[in-house]
DNA sequence: CCGCAACGTTTCAATGTTAAAATACCCTCA
DNA sequence: TGAGGGTATTTTAACATTGAAACGTTGCGG
């Protein structure tokens, strides 16, 4: 059993890379997210009502395609966001399939007080990197991202 | 209620190349991962048992470290793991707050036939970028992982 | 019009995740 | 020696996550 994995070295450029490209993502996420849950939200929580925030209504389907969840998964996030009386679901009157979601005005209270703190610690973790340096990261990764 | 959310250039700047970062990453890790899950494998799984295969029986609290996960998450990973035959726990002798982990030969199997896909399946989501941008992106992801 | 495929949402089961409390163990020092 | 502090693991509760199955709704083609 070897003690450290060896591969050839297109496989070990990629694998670093890869490592590191996680790495940096579960770092950069988890501290900006710290913030977050002092505020008793979780970090889908705040994608849900950052969406409806800056964009507006939207339902079930389109919110878990804009943040990148299935959408199981959103009837559970969207509920407890609703238990706080941060959002709140409406089905469509023209077809009952389609749930509306809005923000609440507490939930809009609260974004308007957190996100500027949320963004000014991003804006603080990613000053690692010059700002050609960031732009430069960014190029990269819009090369890997989600297009299947 | 702005359509969308308009900052200063530094902040523009920050959280374009910090949801860059994440989509990047969520993009490549999730393609990565699955062909792990026609294994079986969840991606805690597989990284215990890469730690395993590849440096060797380990207790819970180093796998945590290893892994970037909590000792609580670890006992349930572990458990399921040796639930499927692939890892044994055994309690140290010297010191029995200790549980040393090991993988199995059913376990060294799985991974001496899943890695090699696996990493195949990484250096080809990897290869979007040419190896010097693989490089920079190393680069500048190492100036942003976990060193708070 | 009717049956059926397609679609949006919900439910379910399994696993993961964290933080915090509980448990078990080791070691030191009075 | 035995009380207490520190450490490793497990447990617990709450939430997240996915995939699959179930449910209700819509719209289309025969």
Chains 1, 2 share one sequence.
Do not use: W
């Not at 950069?28 to 969406?51: C, D, K, M, N």
């Not at 749930?99 to 990613?126: C, D, N, Q, W, Y």
């Amino acid at each position: 059993m070897p003690r450290h994995f060896h591969g050839t070295p297109r496989q070990e450029r990629a694998l670093s890379a890869y490592v590191k490209l996680l790495r940096a993502s579960e770092t950069v996420h988890s501290e900006a997210t710290r913030t977050l849950a002092g505020e008793g939200l979780s970090a889908s929580q705040f994608a849900v009502l950052e969406a409806l925030y800056h964009v507006g209504p939207m339902c079930l389907s389109e919110l878990a395609h804009k943040i990148l969840k299935t959408s199981g998964n959103l009837t559970m996030v969207v509920s407890n966001l609703e238990k706080g009386g941060l959002v709140t679901r409406q089905q469509s009157a023209e077809d009952r399939r389609f749930v509306s979601v809005a923000i609440t005005e507490r939930g809009r209270k609260l974004m308007a007080r957190v996100f500027p703190v949320h963004l000014e610690r991003i804006v603080e973790l990613m000053n690692r990197l010059s700002p050609a340096q960031q732009d430069e990261l960014g190029r990269l990764c819009r090369k890997l991202g989600r297009n299947l």
